[in-house]
């Protein structure tokens, strides 16, 4: 029973981690964190780092590469998207073009790691100055403003852009509530199937009580999030985005072939080539996948701003590298879990918008980031050692 | 680095900060000599084969003025002439005083030097069993590891029917990967048969792996000539081990941690990892299949293990090369080419793994198995091809193969260069 506990507790770290680091701040900000409009603003500024950590996983797993891109690629897209709305194109039209260019630019630089074998890390560091410097071009180092109403509401974390109310909640947004119910009872049946199913073929679970803890937190956690946010306006819709490169990520590295190439080749890619896996093409994809999420959260960070400036996502790659590493992604690549990742932009999320609330510069903020990154390195590595 | 930086890497000649280097080559040059190396300590150690390195390793200790020195498997990548010459250096140092622990997997090589032999079993000491005399029967130690009389080493293979011509392979020619000019496979031509078990056997870098990787998919090498039959049709397999699987080949490393298995990933995964298409549709897996295989393999290959989410990295050598073999033939190929297969692991695992190779004769397969054990090869073949300095030398069949006769062969081949 003990070492179960103990497995648990080295297994979900950084869950424990960003608890404490939740009660932390509640009691120095007298409870402000908790309230709905902070949840709120949490979620909506936040929202470029979940996709893009989304993306860099797949880079990082494949044996700790990184793209340092990111950032210069986000404003890019900004800019494109901002000249597109400004010139009256539709939002289908604006949103198709940038998720395109964003592609386009990580099927370049995919091109170049995966069959000309430049490292991940000159390649986009090439990429991070080209594109930062197109930026300015194109934008002429001017801001462009956006003005198009439904781009901003569907895209936006902005004052109105929230999903509406359809059940008509007095003092509480029920479709919001609802819409939260629905996930907690989808995620319950979904794990007393797993369950059943691996009872019918005789497979025992290392922790059948640590599943279910967590089954019920995560349904606990679901609950009070959507239950805060019904007091607040709602649903903001960048979560809708969220929540949905999310489930299509977590679903890709989780249960598909293409998914697991990713996990394989980080672990061994000599002996994955030799299983008969294209594994050049592993990281092309990889890259290329990058490049379409950074155009996504372009478009996002776009919606937020309503404006796009040469100097927007400055910084933007370093945050989803730092969430991956935060949320157990290994630096050597092959290990690393969706869920990690939100835990590990959520953790940053949260200390940043505990300091602002607390009223901490941000010079601050950026030296405790620092240090909560290399702690949980450090975790990942002390842990490794011991299991060695 | 050359062989002079390894061998004093941290252990630096000179004085403060500055190394001197020519007292660091003429020394390295004197313990390269000791141990019977006549290479200049200045050539890079990637460029000498792994039976030289494992001696500058071992020139390296020397140069420490090791008291102790503990030789962990150092004969595991060297063939029987060099791991001979090796034994005999331990010999000698012997004589001079220093005091040596071998650990090893080759029980000759224990009686051979040994003065005393201590058998280690699932971590705990079974017991110590003098040698004094140097005379010490193979089947005493035998019965320490496996904790009962083996009687036979190899188990027999009986009544499998040997069809058709199933792989051919001729006039094959490979060149080496960086030196062009050096072929490191010259107008090889073998064949196999279904269910006919061929071994391959021949001294270390004779060219057997390399001629091995490169029918699989040209992973090794440059393809100069030679053609592929595969019953009896031509086939020109793209320079991919994925072609190579389609045409149902299958090559099981000598190398199973650097080229074989994902030691951080589950039994499960590794084992479905050459074959994932089968178990999914539109990209998405069945897990609950990909886990009834892994089980499946589990219990035909009597892999030792609590589950098969356990990761392969914790599993002994034995049980690891299972997995490796799992994988290959959950890729349900009619050619499996094995190299080393039993290199490193246990006796007990060795017979399980000469048991799995006969099953998969039985069922037809043709298996090639690559080996510098002769017991083995003899043993465990119906025929058996020769392979010297990058040329087939010889072939025989089994029942007219002696130890002698194919050391004999190889002898009168000349060393080729």
């Keep these: 029973m003990k070492t179960s506990v103990g497995g648990f507790i080295k297994k979900n770290t950084m869950v424990i981690a960003l608890v404490l680091v939740v009660i932390f701040f509640s009691v120095s900000t007298g409870g402000k964190i908790l309230l709905p409009q902070n949840i709120n603003n949490l979620i909506s500024q936040n929202g470029y780092v979940f996709v893009l950590a989304a993306g860099m996983l797949l880079c990082i797993l494949t044996g700790g590469n990184i793209d340092l891109s990111v950032g210069s690629v986000v404003c890019f897209t900004m800019g494109i998207g901002a000249l597109l709305l400004k010139a009256n194109l539709p939002v289908v039209v604006a949103l198709l073009v940038m998720l395109a260019v964003g592609l386009c630019v990580g099927m370049f630089q995919g091109f170049w790691i995966a069959w000309i074998s430049v490292p991940p890390f000159i390649a986009t560091l090439a990429g991070m100055y080209a594109f930062r410097g197109l930026s300015n071009v194109i934008l002429g180092g001017y801001s462009v403003g956006v003005n198009n109403e439904s781009f901003l509401k569907i895209f936006g974390g902005g004052a109105d852009c929230y999903v509406p109310d359809f059940l008509h909640g007095e003092g509480l947004n029920l479709t919001c509530m609802a819409v939260g119910i629905a996930a907690v009872v989808i995620l319950v049946l979904l794990f007393l199937r797993g369950q059943l199913v691996r009872k019918k073929m005789g497979i025992a679970s290392d922790n059948p009580i640590g599943e279910w803890v967590k089954t019920i937190i995560i349904s606990a956690l679901i609950l ?108 050597y690549g092959g290990v690393g879990k969706i869920t990690g990742i939100m835990i590990g932009a959520a953790l940053m999320g949260v200390i940043n918008q505990g300091m602002s609330i607390m009223g901490i510069s941000a010079n601050y903020q950026s030296a405790v980031k620092g240090i909560v990154l290399l702690v949980a390195v450090l975790v990942d590595v002390l842990s490794k050692k011991e299991n060695a | 680095m050359s062989i002079g930086e390894n061998m004093y890497l941290g252990n630096e000649r000179g004085k403060k900060a500055a190394i001197d280097w020519n007292t ?197 090498g440059i393809l100069a000539g030679g053609t592929l039959k595969i019953d009896g049709k031509e086939v020109h397999l793209k320079k991919s081990p994925t072609d190579a699987i389609r045409h149902k080949i299958a090559y099981v490393t000598e190398d199973r941690k650097g080229n074989g298995l994902i030691l951080s990933q589950s039994i499960k995964v590794n084992t479905s990892l050459a074959n994932l298409d089968s178990l999914a549709s539109h990209m998405v897996i069945d897990k609950d299949r990909e886990y009834q295989v892994a ?41 499996l080419i094995l190299d080393e297969p039993t290199r490193g692991i246990d006796v007990g695992a060795k017979y399980e793994i000469y048991c799995i190779i006969n099953d998969l004769a039985a069922a037809g397969k043709s298996v090639i198995m690559i080996s510098s054990e002769l017991p083995e090869v003899l043993a465990m073949s119906d025929r058996i091809y020769i392979m010297n300095a990058s040329r087939m030398v010889g072939e025989m069949k089994a029942s007219e193969a002696t130890q002698e006769n194919i050391m004999a062969t190889i002898l009168r081949s000349g060393r080729g260069d």
């Design chain 1, 224 to 331: 009070w999030i959507t239950y805060k946010l019904s007091q607040y306006k709602g649903i903001p819709s960048v979560l809708v985005w969220i929540a949905l490169v999310l489930l299509i990520y977590g679903y890709i590295t989780k249960n598909t072939a293409i998914g697991r190439y990713f996990y394989a080749v980080g672990g061994n890619e000599k002996a994955t080539r030799l299983s008969g896996v294209n594994t050049k093409l592993v990281y092309f994809l990889a890259y290329a996948n990058m490049g379409l999420l950074a155009g996504f959260a372009g478009t996002l960070t776009l919606a937020r701003a309503g404006h796009a400036e040469p100097t927007y996502g400055v910084g933007y790659e370093m945050d989803a590298i730092a969430a991956c590493f935060i949320g157990g992604a290994s630096a």
């Design chain 2, 295 to 335: 089980e499946e393999y589990r219990d035909k290959l009597k892999t030792k293990t609590p589950s098969v989410e356990q990761l392969v990295g914790n599993l002994s050598g034995g049980n690891q090369q299972k997995v490796l073999l799992a994988k290959w033939m959950f890729a349900e190929p009619d050619v």
């Design chain 2, 24 to 220: 660091t080559y003429a020394e390295a040059d004197k313990y390269l000599k000791m141990v019977g190396l006549s290479e200049s300590s200045k050539v890079l150690v990637k460029e000498i084969g792994t039976g030289k390195q494992q001696l500058v390793e071992i020139a390296k200790a020397l140069a420490k003025h090791a008291k102790l020195l503990i030789l962990d498997e150092p004969t595991s990548s060297l063939n029987e002439e060099d791991s001979r010459a090796l034994l005999d250096l331990m010999l000698g140092f012997k004589k001079q005083g220093m005091t040596m622990i071998i650990i090893t997997h080759k029980l000759n090589e224990v009686s051979y030097v040994a003065d005393k032999i201590t058998v280690v079993r699932d971590g705990s000491t079974i017991e110590t069993i003098d040698n004094a005399g140097h005379d010490i029967d193979e089947d005493r130690i035998i019965k320490g590891m496996v904790g009962r009389e083996l009687t036979n080493r190899f188990p027999k293979r009986e009544g499998v029917k040997i069809g058709a011509v199933n792989l051919e392979v001729e006039h094959w020619t490979v060149r080496h990967p960086l030196y062009p000019e050096r072929l490191v496979v010259n107008d090889v031509s073998i064949n196999v048969r279904k269910g006919e078990v061929v071994g391959i056997y021949g001294l270390m870098g004779a060219g057997r792996t390399e001629l091995a990787m490169s029918i699989f998919g040209q992973s090794y």
